[in-house]
């Protein structure tokens, strides 16, 4: 059964963390370019951060220096550490693999809600 599980989203006031986790059952994160990826209200999807296979970063201008992505080998999972949290980052988060080197993907998992609340 093909299985994208992301979990750990709730309600915090700004300036909180959180952190987001994601599990594959088809997808093996440390042969893959992974990604976060959140949707807005009334917005399209965008990509906040990436790890390469090699293990390169990066993020999005918005989240730069507030988030860190991260894997587990050992359990296939992917994180989002989320630090200093801003009611602009209010989203619904997925993961999947890096859409920008795979093209675009058609699985995608229910997704974790974050609510930031001023």
């Known amino acids: 059964q093909v299985q994208l599980v992301e979990s750990g989203g709730g309600v915090v006031q700004a300036g909180n963390s959180l952190r987001l986790s994601c599990e594959f059952s088809f997808i093996i994160v440390r042969r893959n370019d992974m990604a976060w990826y959140r949707q807005a209200p009334g917005k399209q999807r965008e990509l906040v951060a990436r790890?390469?296979?090699?293990?390169?970063?990066n993020y999005a201008d918005s989240v730069k220096g507030r988030f860190t992505i991260s894997r587990d080998n050992d359990k296939n999972t992917l994180s989002l550490q989320m630090s200093s949290l801003k009611p602009d980052d209010t989203a619904v988060y997925y993961c999947?693999?890096?859409?920008?080197?795979?093209?675009?993907?058609?699985?995608w998992g229910q997704g974790t809600q974050v609510t930031v609340s001023s």
């Open positions: 790890i390469t296979e090699s293990g390169s970063t």
């Open positions: 999947n693999v890096d859409e920008t080197k795979y093209g675009a993907r058609t699985i």
